[in-house]
């Protein structure tokens, strides 16, 4: 050959090509994965632009879908972008309808069945507003006790509303909650109003009193 009559040794560069070209062939396979786990992640219409999904563990908005990636923006503002291909878990958050979970606390010399009875009646009240009524698809759903925490019963419920407005729901039902407990005189348990509530001890007499 003329390189080897040239004395130019060709094994680095028939090396390097095969470097390269595994390399290619790596990146090919890895585009190749990308653009059929896209196709499917469209043909079944796992997650649409708009809608509030968490991929891997980080949710936000789904502002574009392409062959080879899809992009989130979280509510920080921040765009994260996935390959296809790496795309683990996926979880719609706004499919077809959304719920907004609540769990408060309540005391416990207070009667669960008189705040889910006082609940209901503020949910009735937000499907009754002319702004909030046409947001929820169902009443609102008191499951009742959780658990019990160190200060108060955990009582949980949840309201469903149509997609991506669970959180503008959800804002204005904690609000209602908290004025109607005020207006009942029910206080949501913490350390501080639990000690500002405990009757004081009666010490010693001192002199002078009778």
């Known amino acids: ?3 080897r009559e040239l004395r130019v040794d060709i094994a680095p560069v028939l090396a390097g090509a095969g470097i390269v070209g595994l390399a290619v062939g790596f990146g090919a396979q890895t585009l190749v994965r990308d653009i059929i786990s896209g196709f499917f992640l469209i043909l079944e219409d796992q997650v ?6 968490a991929i891997n563990g980080t949710g936000g908005l789904v502002e574009a879908i392409h062959l080879r990636t899809i ?4 509510e920080e503002g921040t765009v994260h972008v996935f390959p296809n291909g790496a795309i683990n878990t996926l979880a719609n958050r706004s499919k077809e309808y959304s719920y907004y979970v609540i769990t408060l606390g309540i005391p416990y010399d207070e009667d669960p069945a008189r705040v889910a009875g006082l609940l209901r009646e503020v949910g009735a009240g937000m499907q009754a507003d002319d702004h909030f ?3 929820i698809l169902e009443p609102l759903d008191v499951m009742g006790v959780e658990s019990f925490a160190d200060w108060s ?3 949980k419920l949840r309201i469903k509303t149509v997609p991506l407005k669970q959180w503008e729901v959800g804002r204005e039902l904690r609000q ?4 109607a407990f005020d207006r009942h005189g029910i206080y949501i348990p913490m350390p501080n109003n639990l000690m500002a509530k405990r009757p004081q001890a009666s010490g010693p007499a001192t002199p002078g009193q009778s």
């Open 71 to 74: 992009v989130l923006r979280d």
């Open 1 to 3: 050959m003329i390189l």
């Open 176 to 179: 209602r909650i908290l004025k």
């Open 48 to 53: 649409r632009v708009g809608d509030v999904a």
């Open 153 to 155: 019963v955990q009582i």
């Open 133 to 135: 009524g046409p947001l």
